[in-house]
């Protein structure tokens, strides 16, 4: 009977072992067997079943198909039988699969000072009432298990390395080792075993922080279980449910005093004695001590436009208009843009992560006007474009004047020479003689430019004179006679 059985199932002798092992008579194993036969079977053999199983299951865990999903599946493929059948092969398949695949790890112990861990994720949050996806940035001592993550809008490098700073500024100091996975912004290219070419600058962040990088197998979390399970953690315990704050500052801020509430609270897996801040606090003097803030950017070059604007992600930014039509260098921060030319510092802007966004700086612009005045009034850089208040007094008084425009434009242009303080004093001074003009604010300039008379010098009593000197021109005749 098994032997018949096993030649119409297409050889699959080890279900039908598993339907008479049940124990119903002859008739009924035959009848259920013809029943799942019809049904599982007899559609393309259990061999079909099997591989639609071992493809839903081997995707990740997030893109895996529910049995309802697979029963689905195999419905669309021809199966007529009923989802129980599905379920009951599945769970057991499950079942024979995991016992051959379970895996035994060795727990890992860290001496204080000796390694973290660092790793990313991907978490949901709402910023002024827009759903955002924030890029969780971790960092764990593997000792202490004192946590810190920040969020930032990518994973790009310069994130990597203000990540490094802040946790390490936090900790006051570093770890001798950093495990990390092979993300992109650290390694280059995976050699056999653990041979790794780490990209230059992040070699130069672990050589400023003292840091000896070491990079996991590919594929084997389990080699920074630490922080993968705070991965966890913060996203249960912090980001669930949804956050909501205005900026992204006010988000970190709150992440920050949240690792340090956590710490203080919880006890240590290892040490139930104590917290793992107290942990972390006894770490510390193992640290390799804080370095200062690395010079994290990440550097492209770029040429300026004849609108004096820069290029870079997918933004512009404005450049002092004496780089126009010249290469420069973009030094892109975490929260910030520093364009050089030549060495020298010719923009800085405030960093954007939108798309087809210009941000300006109207003093940028200033020395164009002395050539274009006109485009004071309509300039885009210039648009709501805030000066300190006596400034802005002064050019809503000379708008209504026929030059108006070519007087603000002196008086700008006069902030690049005496600075911003000093005109806006003089401004201030001409408003309080009831005048606007820049003839008048330019005046008062040039007279707080003029050297102030020497100070007098006191004469020293040693050498002040007891005895006037008496008026004797008899002297110049003794001394003739000498000769």
């Known amino acids: 009977m098994l032997a018949a059985i096993a030649i119409i199932a297409d050889n699959q002798s080890q279900e039908v072992e598993g339907i008479i092992d049940s124990g119903p008579s002859t ?5 259920r067997f013809l029943r799942n036969l019809t049904r599982l079977g007899f559609f393309r053999g259990f061999r079909s079943v099997r591989k639609v199983i071992l ?49 035994a790890y060795v727990p890992l112990s860290f001496e204080p000072g000796e390694a973290y861990q660092f790793d990313w994720s991907h978490e949901v949050v709402l910023l002024s009432g827009v759903t955002v996806i924030v890029k969780a940035a971790h960092v764990r001592l593997c000792h202490s298990r ?7 809008p990518r994973e790009t490098q310069e994130m990597v390395f203000d990540a490094h700073d802040r946790a390490f500024a936090l900790f006051k100091g570093a770890c001798r080792r950093g495990i990390y996975d092979n993300m992109k912004t650290a390694v280059e290219t995976i050699f056999v075993g653990k041979g790794r070419l780490y990209n230059r600058r992040f070699l130069q962040m672990c050589s400023h922080y003292l840091v000896d990088p070491v990079a996991c197998t590919p594929a084997s979390g389990w080699e920074k279980g630490q922080v993968e399970n705070q991965v966890g953690l913060i996203r249960e315990r912090f980001f669930t449910p949804r956050l909501r704050f205005k900026t992204l500052d006010e988000l970190n801020g709150w992440l920050l005093d949240k690792c340090i509430a956590y710490a203080k609270a919880h006890r240590h897996p290892e040490f139930a004695d104590r917290t793992i801040w107290e942990v972390f606090e006894a770490e510390r003097p193992k640290l390799v001590p804080y370095a200062g803030r690395f010079d994290g950017f990440h550097a492209v070059p770029a040429s300026v436009s004849k609108t004096c604007l820069v ?16 290469p420069i260098e973009v030094q892109a921060y975490a929260d910030r843009i520093v364009i050089r030319q030549d060495g020298r510092i010719v923009a800085e802007h405030p960093r954007s992560f939108g798309r087809g966004e210009t ?16 485009a004071l009034r309509n300039g885009a850089p210039f648009k709501d ?26 008086i700008l242009n006069a902030v690049l020479t005496d600075g911003l303080p000093a005109v806006e004093a003089a401004c201030a001074e001409a408003l309080g003689h009831a005048v606007h003009s820049a003839d008048v604010v330019l005046n008062i300039l040039a007279r707080q430019r003029e050297p102030a008379p020497p100070a007098n010098i006191m004469t020293p009593a040693a050498l002040t004179l007891r005895h006037a000197p008496i008026a004797d021109c008899a002297r110049y005749d003794n001394l003739r006679r000498t000769n």
């Open 55 to 103: 493809f839903a299951r081997k995707n990740a865990t997030r893109e895996r198909l529910t049995l309802i999903r697979l029963f689905e599946e195999l419905r669309g493929l021809g199966y007529a039988g009923g989802y129980d059948t599905v379920r009951r092969y599945a769970r057991r398949w499950s079942q024979e699969r995991g016992a051959s695949t379970t895996s």
């Open 385 to 410: 474009w805030v000066l300190p208040a006596a400034i802005e007094r002064i050019r809503r008084k000379l708008a209504s004047t026929g030059d108006g425009n070519r007087q603000m434009v002196d």
């Open 27 to 31: 008739v009924q194993i035959m009848v």
């Open 311 to 326: 290029r870079f992600d997918n933004n512009k930014y404005s450049v002092a208009a004496s780089a126009a039509g010249r």
């Open 146 to 152: 004192m946590l810190f993550v920040r969020a930032y």
């Open 359 to 374: 941000v300006y700086d109207p003093w940028h612009y200033v020395p164009v006007l002395m050539r274009k005045p006109g």
